[in-house]
């Protein structure tokens, strides 16, 4: 039998008090249609059950197939960085998180879109959102508009919890990582979307469904297509908190300049220059950069964001 000329994707799972669910969604891993792959879990300091699920698990794969490690106790973002920096140079990496139910072909269908891509890729897809009870399944949303650099400035949204990236995308975030792990970054599939496009990469958006995306009382985010979720998530930008992630961001990647196209580079000097500003003067630098979100709404809320000071940097 050939051996593969990759090496096998490595999937990267941050679990922290999830023994509730944790079980289903490592048996979900076993039972994938692609066999070729390690995952690294970094339990963060549970103080359920997690750790012994996880560690029997281990036991039950093999140690040379599933790792365990400490996390840095920092949250999930911190956490999920910690596990990039923890995944071996030139494999694929997958992020998991700990309470989803993955369908069989999600990772197979991952590595096909990615199969022959040479530059930099990300690939996240939609998701069958249900209860906690994985009932009243319902595919997540559809964005139309195209994934790139003026949509990631000042929007996440490449899930997560679908994202696979090739080994080129995944090296570029080991190169990111010094300087993601030195800031507060609100979301790793944020700073993994801009980091991608701002260096010329590929984004390909599955619009068939890889996993059940669980909802419940502790989720980190949660749905964002219920009228309850685009509340929280327009409050969130209206917010000054949201201009403060914009600064961050845009301050990490200022540090990571040399990774970034040159146009790139470009449209985020504008872009950092616009934070400065607020009232017509930052609205109308918005429109010029064509920096958009991926519904009208979204669109609406940014604009008005701008003109009131929401997205000005804290001072």
């Not at 009208?296 to 001072?315: C, E």
Request: with cysteine; charged share 20%; hydrophobic share 40%.
């Amino acid at each position: 039998m050939a051996m593969p000329d990759h090496p096998p994707v490595t999937i990267l799972l941050a679990s922290f008090n999830g023994g509730k669910h944790l079980a289903a969604q490592l048996d979900s891993i076993v039972a994938q249609d692609l066999t070729d792959w390690r995952l690294i879990i970094s339990d963060d300091g549970s103080v359920d059950d997690s750790r012994v699920i996880c560690s029997a698990f281990r036991d039950r794969m093999g140690s040379d197939r599933v790792r365990l490690i400490d996390g840095p106790g920092r949250g999930a973002t911190q956490n999920f960085l910690h596990l990039i920096g923890a995944a071996p140079a030139g494999a694929a990496i997958a992020f998991s998180d700990q309470d989803d139910v993955w369908l069989p072909h999600k990772m197979s269908r991952a590595m096909s879109h990615l199969s022959g891509q040479v530059s930099p890729t990300l690939y996240c897809a939609r998701t069958l959102i249900c209860d906690a009870e994985l009932e009243n399944r319902k595919p997540s949303r559809l964005f139309a508009r195209p994934h790139g650099w003026r949509n990631a400035l000042v929007q996440a949204c490449t899930p997560g919890n679908t994202s696979v990236l090739n080994p080129q995308a995944a090296t570029l975030l080991k190169q990111g990582l010094t300087e993601a792990l030195a800031r507060d970054l609100p979301a790793h599939d944020w700073w993994s979307y801009q980091l991608v496009t701002g260096a010329g990469g590929t984004i390909l958006f599955d619009a068939e469904p890889g996993l059940l995306y669980r909802q419940h009382d502790h989720n980190v985010m949660g749905r964002n297509d219920t009228p309850r979720g685009r509340l929280r998530r327009m409050t969130m930008l209206m917010q000054g908190e949201y201009g403060g992630w914009l600064a961050t961001h845009a301050d990490a990647l200022a540090a990571l300049s040399h990774l970034l196209t040159s146009e790139n580079r470009a449209i985020l000097q504008r872009f950092a220059a616009m934070l400065q500003d607020s009232g017509p003067a930052a609205l109308r630098k918005l429109h010029r950069l064509g920096l958009y979100r991926q519904t009208r709404d979204g669109d609406l809320a940014l604009k008005a964001a701008a003109l009131t000071g929401r997205l000005r940097r804290p001072s």
